[in-house]
């Protein structure tokens, strides 16, 4: 009888065994398909692979911590969440894990939690630096604008002549009214081939504010003439021609405005301006009477503006 037990237990031993050594080596190979998947971006065959690692095993912190990083990939949110806190609460010293936290809460607007898991983040590895420009990128949403350059600039003394880094190091340079030194690293994005339209716009908005008026009308221009329809550049440059008080060329760019949006009230307003500035009474009354029918906390925005502009001329 004992003989019978004893034989039963050893076979017993080595099938779990052999289940076990299967179990393991389908684990390692799925992760491998898995992992392939999600490094050419092909996010479903990644999230079907990686979840059968977890039909093996249930904790298995690679497939967890990935399926955040593809549920992130294909705007599943609230799951990628659900994946990466459940990767925190078995490892909080990942670093990557910390940094997607922080990249989950940023986007859903908790800056609290975003610098709490970015700190993190750079408290496990200080030389990162997309961690660096992470955590300074939302110290300047906060207006810590001493901390978010002291990490930007570490960042890119890292790693330099990264856009994002030089966007941000711009970003916030514009935002502490150091303006030269924006116009520096906004000018070192648009060198790196970053063309976009909202780099433009900030820097003919420094320019601007440098008093460089014929290199920011240029880039407004420029805006406009691959996007006619885009309002903030149009109303941009017609308040730089109000200041400049050429108010004939501001007067053009607030009516191309509420020709297209007739309730851009800020347009409103200047035209409503312009026109008294430039003689043209009845017009700017017109308009006047049009904003206090509307309401007159509008109408008394466009007197308060006139008095500060007739007052201005009658200083010089």
Known sequence: MKKIIILTTLLFVIATISVNAQSYDSVQVYNQIAGKALYDKKYTRAEEYYNHVLRFDENNFNAIKSLGIIYSATGKQKKSKEFFMRAYSMNASDHDVCNNLGVIHSEGGNREKAIEYYEQAVALNPNNPIYLTNLGQEYSKVNKLGKSLELLIRSDSLEPLQPTTLFSLANSYAASKNF?????????????????????????????????????????????????????????????????????????????????????????????????????????DAVLKELFDKDSVLGFQMLNILKYEYTKKAQK
């Not at 339209?197 to 908005?205: E, G, K």
């Not at 504010?209 to 290199?215: A, F, G, V």
């Not at 003439?225 to 053009?252: F, P, R, T, V």
């Open 180 to 284: 030269a030194q924006a116009e520096s690293y906004y000018e070192q994005c648009i060198a790196l081939n970053q063309n976009n339209s909202q780099l433009f716009y900030f820097l003919a908005t420094v320019k601007r504010n440098l008093k460089k008026y014929d290199e920011a009308e240029a880039l407004y221009k420029k805006i406009i003439s691959k996007n006619n329809k885009d309002l903030n550049s149009i109303m941009s440059l017609g308040l730089m021609y109000s200041n400049l008080a050429k108010y004939q060329e501001a007067i053009k760019q607030y009516q191309a405005i509420l020709a297209m949006d007739p309730s851009f009230v800020k347009a409103h307003i200047s035209l409503g301006v312009s026109y008294s500035l430039v003689g043209e009474i009845e017009k700017s």
